[in-house]
């Protein structure tokens, strides 16, 4: 664990645990809460990277942050990242937002009723591309698995205790468009996701009358780098003929995840499927 700090100290707040931060969703839930005054533990496997967002992050909020690697595939790596997390203070919040990438999106326009609509064009180096039931391996597919589900059942394991004592707490899942609908040549994240999101709601069910609010957050659509930070939208446009709003800006995605966190417990959301203005284009 190391510590990027720019003030002095925990918050009061509590402890904002978000697990599974790259370049642009996590990192932008990391900053949000680190503005509003939590003190934030980024977690991923990357811990070289982790370092360089917990500067940046540390430096434009002056709060502490900390970088803890964690595998989310492997039940020791996530117990002792939970207990340099736990060694900070009271967890108030954990975003899991874990997911083991594949390959490579095709972008689908739902104007077009031809399959042909599938563009040759990738968007972004996140992205995936279908295969086939027998061509995936049985290794690949349980690892897709055990970092979709079983690292967000454990992850949830460490913080629950300490929610539910306090009777105050959140926890907010990652989903996307394949936690609803099975799609031809997206097993592994059709299975691992559909999985989280039955765990969401077992989960909320089984705590929300103990104080700990549980939701699930459907993203449907691409998510770009910040618009703060990203050069202009127009190469982009140009050479895939996807428009500024149809890119989520992961700033804009943070602010829902805040949303959710502060919503009084007499209306508490269970889920909340966000896309984009232009609801003309969509993945997969």
Request: charged residues 20%.
């Amino acid at each position: 664990m190391r510590n990027m700090e720019s003030g002095s100290g925990a918050s009061p707040k509590g402890i904002a645990a978000i697990v599974g931060v790259g370049p642009k969703l996590g990192r932008s839930i990391a900053r949000k809460f680190s503005q509003e005054g939590y003190t934030v533990a980024i977690l991923s496997r990357d811990l070289g990277r982790l370092f360089r967002f917990a500067e940046e992050i540390a430096r434009e909020a002056k709060a502490p942050v900390f970088a803890i690697r964690i595998d989310c595939c492997d039940s020791q790596s996530i117990r002792e990242a939970f207990e340099g997390v736990l060694s900070l203070g009271f967890v108030e919040v954990l975003v899991y937002n874990a997911y083991q990438q594949q390959q490579q999106v095709s972008f689908v326009s739902s104007s077009s009723s031809s399959s042909s609509s599938i563009t040759n064009t990738m968007i972004s180096s996140t992205q995936l591309c279908p295969t086939s039931c027998v061509d995936v391996r049985i290794d690949s597919f349980e690892k897709s698995l055990a970092v979709s589900t079983v690292g967000a059942f454990h992850c949830a394991q460490q913080v629950l205790p300490g929610m539910v004592d306090r009777r105050r707490g959140t926890i907010l899942f990652t989903g996307c468009s394949a936690s609803l609908k099975g799609l031809p040549g997206f097993s592994e994240l059709c299975c691992g996701k559909f999985a989280l999101r039955a765990l969401s709601q077992c989960l909320a069910k089984e705590v929300q009358p103990l104080g700990v609010h549980v939701a699930h957050v459907i993203i449907d659509g691409i998510i770009d780098s910040p618009r703060s930070s990203s050069p202009s939208k127009s190469m982009v446009e140009e050479q895939t003929g996807v428009g500024e709003t149809s890119l989520m800006d992961p700033d804009a995605l943070a602010q829902t995840y805040w949303n959710l966190h502060l919503q009084d417990r007499n209306a508490w959301t269970h889920e909340t499927h966000v896309r984009s203005s232009d609801s003309n284009n969509f993945i997969i």
